[in-house]
């Protein structure tokens, strides 16, 4: 039976994508290249390791790193996602969950001190067990992250249920072992999500429903 949630927080909690796009899309407008990204072209191509998407988004790394980019790219969007909300339904489906007296745990592929930054932006502590991020910025993803998480913290994976956006959040599940629902108004579109093979939602209270109306 299920005891533990791990959310993804990226497009499942917090509501950034369009933020993502434009930050991106400052990059490539500097850069002369076109064209820029709309939100259905992001949410095809957004993916990780980061570096990939980069590259795909038409960033070369011929005359800047991948880090430098980076870099550019994180400075820009930590103060753009202030302006960032939670989804609609994100606090009361956190407080449902709580009250059903799961733990909850945020597992992200985002470096550990921004995330705690963005975190500590709403008042969503109380319903959290933890959160977990990276030591980078650089975004490779989160499979070791995780999977150190759960030896360390003696966590079962047949207990726990992920919840994300993206395909990486289906991977991280598969290399964990753990169940996974995947919500498709994030980083990723229904029809790729759906190559996943996961359950879909279109929100986070559909989730919850399913979850905890039985």
């Known amino acids: 039976m299920i005891n533990t949630i791990v959310w993804d927080w990226n497009g499942t909690l917090l509501d950034d994508a369009a933020c993502c796009v434009d930050v991106e899309n400052s990059l490539l407008a500097e850069r002369g290249i076109t064209p820029l990204l709309t939100l259905d072209t992001y949410r095809e191509i957004f993916g990780f390791p980061i570096r990939d998407y980069y590259a795909k988004a038409g960033l070369s790394f011929e005359t800047e790193s991948y880090e430098s980019l980076a870099n550019i790219y994180m400075n820009r969007y930590m103060i753009s996602s202030r302006s960032c909300k939670l989804f609609a339904d994100a606090e009361d489906t956190l407080k449902r969950f709580k009250e059903a007296g799961y733990r909850q745990i945020i597992l992200s592929a985002s470096e550990t001190k921004n ?29 070791d992250i995780a999977k150190r998480y759960f030896e360390r913290n003696n966590i079962n994976p047949a207990r726990v ?7 990486h959040d289906s991977e991280v599940a598969e290399a964990l072992s753990c169940d996974c629902w995947l ?11 759906a190559r996943c093979g996961r359950p879909l939602f ?13």
């Open 202 to 214: 279109g929100s986070l209270s559909e989730a919850a429903n399913r979850m905890l109306i039985r």
């Open 115 to 143: 995330l705690a930054e963005q975190v500590g932006m709403f008042d969503i502590g109380q319903y959290l067990n933890d959160i977990a991020g990276v030591d980078d910025i650089y975004a490779h993803g989160k499979i």
């Open 183 to 193: 919500i498709t108004n994030g980083h990723h579109n229904q029809e790729k999500l």
């Open 161 to 167: 249920l992920l919840i994300g956006d993206t395909t």
